[in-house]
């Protein structure tokens, strides 16, 4: 439930196409980059054989479109012997801004992991928010094995099982199909069918720079951390190894971020990777 307002899911369907696109635009605006190209994604994905097109699905409230996510498949790839090993993946994941944070999301996942479940796949592996998706069971990739092209681990890479031993013996490279790696001149190209929208402006580290420790400030940037957008990249453990933040300057950036209209980390004590089954 959405407030007192029911959720419904269904497939998503080709009166759906446009209105999704542009959901899935104004959801992801700004959000890592100053435009985005996740609604082109999605144009190209739902042409792709690697869509799972039953789990192409929207959300709707009171009749209106308020979420998408689709789920197409990728493989985990084992380096040295060039075994594929069959996994799926989702994304974009969109819900309309005016609408986040009520639980729409969530409604989308839990409907789909089990959806995805019911029709035989046995795990999933992405990329996303890492202090999002561990509501859902998913946990850092690196801890079954499985890392990004080239062996790097981070935390916004993440596996889920969907079924007892669903990663048993899956361990290697993730590699999401082809049409992941988007050509910016045909997302720019892509975008002006859409109404302008100007740039979003990023808002650079140093607008909280005398908020935190001065020591964080210059641990973050080592961290890769040039706009606080950036952060939505590092999950709230990394940041606290990387930077050498305690609890209460985690609690503070977390504040920070959210004055700046920007989710991130996981509340203080939430043990991002308990209360789900382990099914590995
Ligand atoms: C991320 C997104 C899909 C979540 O869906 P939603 O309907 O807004 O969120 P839900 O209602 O399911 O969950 C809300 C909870 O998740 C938390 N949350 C949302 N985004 C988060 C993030 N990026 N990092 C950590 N926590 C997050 C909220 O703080 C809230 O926490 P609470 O339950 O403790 O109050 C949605 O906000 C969205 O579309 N964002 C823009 C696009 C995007 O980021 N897509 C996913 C890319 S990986």
Sequence with gaps: MEG????TLRREEPRDHRAVEELTRDAFWGLFA???????LVHLLRESPALVPELD???EVGGELVGHVMYSRAVVVEPATGTAHG??????LSVRPDRQAAGVGAALMRHTLAQAAELGHRAV??????DYYPRFGFRPAAGFGITAPGGATFDALMALPLVPGGLHGVTGEFHEDGVFVVDPERA?????DFPP???AVLHPLDAVEGRLPAAASRALRTLGVRHLEDLRR???TEVAAGAGLDDEACDALRGLLAEHGIRWGAPRGHSAWTGTTDLS
């Design 188 to 192: 720019a190209e892509f975008d002006r």
């Design 87 to 92: 996994v799926l993946t989702f994304g974009p």
């Design 197 to 199: 929208r100007a740039d």
């Design 234 to 236: 590092l999950s709230r």
């Design 4 to 7: 007192q307002r029911t959720i």
């Design 34 to 40: 100053p435009r985005c190209d996740e609604h082109l």
């Design 57 to 59: 699905v929207v959300a």
């Design 125 to 130: 592996v992405v990329y996303g928010h890492p």
